[in-house]
């Protein structure tokens, strides 16, 4: 990525966007600040979108703000992320940010099964 120019995000991260000279790609770059003028190439790291959305949800969710927390992670089970799947789960067996509803949990814990037991053999 030659020289280019930074986005900071809306989000509560330490994280910038970079966008090339060209504008047809984009990778995530740690920094400081978000002003920060010092972009190093070198240190440049791919993130994936989904991974981001599960920090602001986790963010959200060791905050107490579990509505918030709950429709991150809604979109994203949704879409078929496991991971989020499991959290929808455990958030509607114990009713936070959303009505308590055994139903609904026990269907997203079988949506998420094979991703959690692969975690626990």
Known sequence: ??????????????WVQAVDNTGDSAVWNKACPA??????TEENIEVDPTELAMDEARDKFKNKEYKAAFNIYKRLAENGYHPAQYKIAVMYEMGMGVEKNKLEASRWYDAS???YQSLHR
């Open 113 to 115: 099964k094979l991703w």
């Open 1 to 14: 990525m030659g020289g280019g120019y930074i986005i900071p995000t809306t989000q509560n991260y330490e």
């Open 35 to 40: 002003s920060s003028s010092n972009l190093n």
